[in-house]
């Protein structure tokens, strides 16, 4: 008797892009096409996080393909950190960041073969103020920024370009920031601190041209003036500061203390306001099916 791999794709139904008919009648073909078992759970927004755990509980899945945006993707990676299993993205999000970093084709049916049938880079994962960032986590403009837009009914890019002005007209930045890495300790005035596990921003934007993500490192990217000609520039693909105004660290940890609280955002998601915060890498702790 042949034992079928169990596939478990977790579907969300209300992302941003997402085609539910579509998604599920092509991974259905690809589960029938390669002799998988095939369950499928489609999340209700209301403790998903367990139900999946349950479902990891009562059967061993090879791998989860995830059907949604960064949010859903980020839930079920909480779950399956540190373990063998392997995560197929189908990024259907309004904003898709990890996809973006991990140059996932937008055709479904490479999306599926990728990840039904693709081998897994394990990625290094960061904890930012004990929350897990896949992708990029920062503090200041951009996840003022992100509150701003949060607060607003609207959605999309224009939506969160839309923000840009009041945001600066309002912000608190330029912030002193007291940077601590190793035995260093750095003071520097800035307007944005990123933690940089990846390259780019889902937007496109490369904002750590030599990062890579499964290197054991992050880098802590330090703007120290952005204008507003160059934070509208983040939404295009070619973007890049003048180096003269950024500082880069390349580290696994670091500390960073404030004299007034500053925003920070974690893969797309505002978080909360702090004077303190902390991020270290935790090596190849994900696995992810890439091309
Ligand atoms: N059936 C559902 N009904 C309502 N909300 C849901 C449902 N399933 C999941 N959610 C909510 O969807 C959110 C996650 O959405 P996700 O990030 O995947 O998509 P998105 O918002 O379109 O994409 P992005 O994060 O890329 O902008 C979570 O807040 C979750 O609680």
């Not at 996840?143 to 969160?160: F, P, Q, R």
């Not at 601190?193 to 041209?209: C, D, H, M, Q, V």
């Amino acid at each position: 008797m042949i034992v079928k791999k169990n596939i478990l794709l977790v579907l969300n139904p209300t992302a941003g892009s997402l085609n539910v008919e579509l998604v599920l009648s092509k991974t259905k073909h690809w589960s029938q096409k390669l002799e998988t078992q095939l369950k499928v759970y489609k999340t209700t927004g209301n403790n998903d996080e367990g139900k999946i755990k349950h479902l990891l509980n009562t059967s061993t899945y090879s791998r989860i393909l995830v059907a949604g945006g960064d949010g859903t993707l980020k839930m079920v990676a909480s779950v399956v950190i540190d373990t063998p299993i392997i995560l197929g993205i189908l990024p259907y999000g309004s904003a898709n960041g990890l996809a973006t970093s991990l140059a996932i084709p937008k055709d479904i049916d490479q999306q599926l073969e990728i990840a039904f049938t693709k081998d897994a880079m394990d990625m290094d994962t960061i904890l930012v103020n004990d929350v897990l960032c896949v992708h990029i986590a920062d503090m200041g403009i951009n996840a003022e920024l992100i509150y701003n837009y949060e607060k607003t009914a609207s959605s999309g890019m224009l939506g969160y370009a839309l923000q840009v002005i009041p945001t600066l007209f309002k912000s608190g930045a330029p912030y002193d920031f007291k940077i601590s890495i190793n035995d260093k300790v750095m003071k520097e005035k800035g307007v944005l601190l990123a933690f940089a596990n990846a390259e780019k921003y889902g937007t496109g934007a490369r904002i750590n041209p030599d990062g890579k993500i499964n290197d054991g490192k992050f880098e802590v990217i330090l703007y120290k003036k952005l204008s507003i000609r160059e934070i509208l520039k983040t939404f295009f693909k070619n973007w890049s500061v003048q180096k003269t105004s950024v500082a880069t660290y390349s580290t696994t940890s670091v500390s960073i203390g404030c004299k007034k609280p500053v925003p920070l955002q974690v893969d797309g998601e505002y978080i909360g306001e702090f004077k303190d915060f902390s991020a270290q890498i935790n090596p190849k702790s994900l696995r992810v099916a890439v091309q």
